[in-house]
Every structure is written in structure tokens, then in C-alpha cells.
């Protein structure tokens, strides 16, 4: 295995490992926030009950932003350095240029996650008050 297979095989990592990062960022804040509005906070309430990993996630919730948003910059600083190159190899340059749109697809997804997420947590509120009146 080349070098360049391995740093994509690498770069595919931090891209998942990212998705998850923001993924629960979405699980801990967005979520409850949103059937709470929609008038659900009984499930919101039972999900808080019943899953205990969210009680943990939601008493941590300002570290678990910072170490997404750090995982998110390590991800796009990884995606998007210069310097980064693809096989010579035909075959394994397609493979190469694939996992690299998939690896932004992710990255912007994961983005868009953690976007949503911190809106929702810490944003809310200030825009409701501050457009709500």
C-alpha cells in the first residue's frame, strides 16, 4: 500500500470520527429543543430518562462543542491542505479522487450538523428575544 492510499485511508477517518463528533451535538441539544418546541417534551423528557448517555452529554455540553468544533477544524484542515496528492496510477487515482469528494460530503455534512446544533443550543434563545420581541 502506497503512501498516498494511506493518507486517504487516514483522511476517511477523521471524516467519520468527525460526522459522529457533530452527530452528537445534533442528539444532545437540537434534538430535545426541537420536540420541545413542537410541543413533545414528554419524549424529550423519556429520551432524557431512558438513554443515559444523554443526560452525560447534555451536562457536558459546552466541552462537547469545543471538541467538535476542534475536530471539525483537524477534519477541514485535513480535507483541505494544500499539498495533498493522488496516486499516478490510474486506478488508484480514481479511487483517491473518490474518497476525497466523499471525504467533503462528510466534512460539509458534519458541518452543517454542528451548525444546526450549536444554533439550537446556544443561539436560540438570543434570536427569539432578540426578533421574538
Not at 418546541?37 to 423528557?45: C, H
Not at 443515559?52 to 476542534?70: I, Q, T, V, Y
Not at 477534519?75 to 487515482?93: E, F, H, K, M, N
Request: positive net charge.
Amino acid at each position: 500500500m502506497n503512501m498516498a492510499s494511506k493518507t486517504g485511508t487516514r483522511t476517511s477517518r477523521w471524516g467519520w470520527l468527525t460526522l459522529f463528533a457533530s452527530t452528537t451535538t445534533l442528539f444532545c441539544c437540537a434534538l430535545p429543543i426541537l420536540l420541545v418546541t413542537l410541543g413533545l417534551g414528554a419524549v424529550s423528557a423519556a429520551m432524557f430518562a431512558n438513554v443515559p448517555f444523554l443526560k452525560f452529554l447534555a451536562r457536558h455540553e459546552p466541552w462537547l462543542f469545543l471538541f467538535s468544533f476542534c475536530m471539525l477544524a483537524i477534519s477541514t484542515w485535513s480535507v483541505y491542505r494544500s499539498g495533498r496528492t493522488c496516486p499516478v496510477d490510474p486506478i488508484l487515482a480514481a479511487q483517491c479522487a473518490k474518497a476525497d469528494r466523499w471525504n467533503k460530503r462528510v466534512l460539509k455534512f458534519s458541518i452543517a450538523i454542528w451548525c444546526i446544533g450549536f444554533t439550537a443550543a446556544y443561539l436560540s434563545v438570543p434570536l427569539l428575544n432578540l426578533f421574538g420581541g
